[in-house]
Structures are given as structure tokens and as C-alpha cells.
């Protein structure tokens, strides 16, 4: 007994194969590209690469990879993919952009991956829809094209015909997206399945969204020798933990990165200036919708008279 009656397939042939056209440059992120590239041909689509020559490209990573198509030869796509990277190639080859501009309309769906969606908003095809970007670009995208309205908080967007993911394994979530709506939930679960990626069609994760985000980023090279240990966290709440050495005393240290947060992240000290007791600081400062947040930050000596210390910096929605 099989669950699949040989002779109902052969009545009812597999309809053609979805064509999947991902975009090759210099520069390219390899599991943008690729990790869209695995989840199509798992799912039996007729995935291929398309370059402004069939010439080998060099990705962000060094290896080499050399497309299938050029711009003008590759077959007409129901899926087109934008990878990330370096981005810079694709944006300032018109032919590309020419090529991107002409082919986003004529598919089923268009899907950018990290940074790719700078690609997308360079060629008009995000002006008034919501999008997402990688974490560490999502200002940028939204000051350079006003007319997108980016998002922070989600892992991919759809807007109907098309698509953005964030950074880098998001691209294969936005894939598995793809699939389930050109073949359904189910196709898709399978294909995750397949792979062994962990895929719920919603996922909550999304690395612009979480609570680090809020940390200025603060030199710390001229003021000791650093290793983080442990740095994590959620939406709500962030601890950032440092082992190091310096020659400066504690409670210099706090008072320098002190005054960095206070400039970089317009961190006010709580309680008069923030001491809560020796070798710890606090601070009061706004998330991104203006909701209040509390830090603090301790630098404790690793033994007595030593000059190795931990660092430790934890930020909490305020409440």
C-alpha cells in the first residue's frame, strides 16, 4: 500500500517548473545568493544565475562564481532574487540596474535579500512599500530613500509581488516564503524539513529588532585590550559582558565610557550622576518609539589589586 496511487500522478503531471533567476555580482554574499539558490532546487524550481556577463564574479567571501546567463540571454523569470554584499558593483553597472528595473515586473514575485534591497530602492521598485534591510543598514535605507517605509521588527516583508528579507539567513526564510506561496504551506514545510532549518512561515527573529541595537557602539581599543565573553539578549533586554585589561583604574573606566554613552546615545545618569554604588553606573535613555529604557554598567577588578577586569553592560525596558 502507498499513500500515492501511481496511475492518479500519471494523470496529473507535476505543472512546469517555476523559473527562479538569482543575480550574480562582484561582491555577492554568498548565502544570499546561495541560500535562496539551495531552498528553490529543494523545492524542484528551475533555479539559475544571471550576471552582467557570463564571466566569474568574486563574492564578498573570495569565491569565485560564474553565471549562467548574461543579462540579455537569461529566460523569462517567475522569481527573481537581488542578493546583498557589496552592493556598490550592481548599483553603479547601469546595465544591471536597466536589467533589474525591466525584469521585476514581468515576474510572479520579486524577492531582495539583505542589502539587495538597496538594489531594489535604487531602481524605483520600493517607492511607497514597506521594507526591511540587514540590521546595520536599516537608517541608511530609510534616509536615503524616503519614499520606502523601512521596518526594524520583522524578519521578511511582502508587499504582494514583492519581497524583502533581512540579513543574510533571512534570505532563507523569505524562500521558503516564496514556496509556500506558490505551492503552498505544505510544500514549504517539507522543503524545510529537508533541510533541517527550523521554520515556523512567521518567524519572530529579527536582528534589527533586538534590544543591542540601542548600544552605542563605543571604542574601547585606547582604553585596554577587550574579549566579549557573552552578549545576548531579546527585544526587552540586552547583558554584554567583557573581559579585559587596562592600566586605567575602575572607576576611570566608567567615568570614559560614561561619558560616550552619553554622547553617543544620549544615556542620561540616573539619579544625580548615575552612581548606584562604587564600580557601577546607571543611566535612563529612549528606544526607538520614545519608550524609556534603564542601562547600567559595572567594572569590577577580576582579583584584588589587578588590573583584569569584567565588564558588564545590561540594558531593560524600563517597568
Known sequence: ???????????????????????????????????????FGAAGFDVYTVGAAKRPVTSAMGQTLVPRYALGEAPRADVLVVPGGGVGSALHDSSTMAWVRT?????????????????????????GLSATTTAHNIARLREQYPKVHVVDDQRFVDNGRI???????????????VVERL???????????????????HARFARAALADQLIPDVPMDHLGTWDVVRTEGDRDHWELVLHGTSDLAAETLLDQVGRELASR?????????????????????????????????SVEPRSAGSHEYTVKLSIARSG
Not at 104 to 122: E, K, Q, W
Not at 186 to 196: D, M, R, T
Not at 277 to 285: D, E, I, K, M, V
Request: glycine share 16%; hydrophobic share 45%.
Open 1 to 39: 500500500m502507498t499513500l500515492v496511487d501511481a496511475a492518479a500522478v500519471a494523470a496529473h503531471p507535476a505543472p512546469p517548473r517555476a523559473r527562479v533567476a538569482i543575480l550574480l555580482f562582484d561582491g555577492v554574499e554568498i548565502i544570499d545568493s546561495m541560500g535562496p539558490y539551495e531552498v
Open 265 to 297: 546615545g544620549k544615556w542620561l545618569a540616573a539619579a544625580g550622576d548615575g552612581r548606584k554604588a562604587n564600580g557601577t553606573r546607571a543611566w535612563r535613555f529612549t528606544g526607538r518609539n520614545g519608550e524609556p529604557w534603564d542601562g547600567t554598567m
Open 103 to 127: 525584469t521585476a515586473p514581468g515576474t510572479r514575485l520579486t524577492m531582495s535579500v539583505c542589502n539587495g534591497a538597496f538594489i531594489l530602492a535604487s531602481a524605483g521598485l520600493l517607492d
Open 163 to 177: 519581497i524583502t528579507t533581512g540579513g543574510l539567513s533571512a534570505g532563507i526564510d523569505g524562500a521558503l516564503h
Open 183 to 201: 505551492r503552498g504551506v505544505g510544500e514549504a514545510q517539507q522543503v524545510a524539513l529537508g533541510e533541517e532549518y527550523e521554520w515556523s512561515g
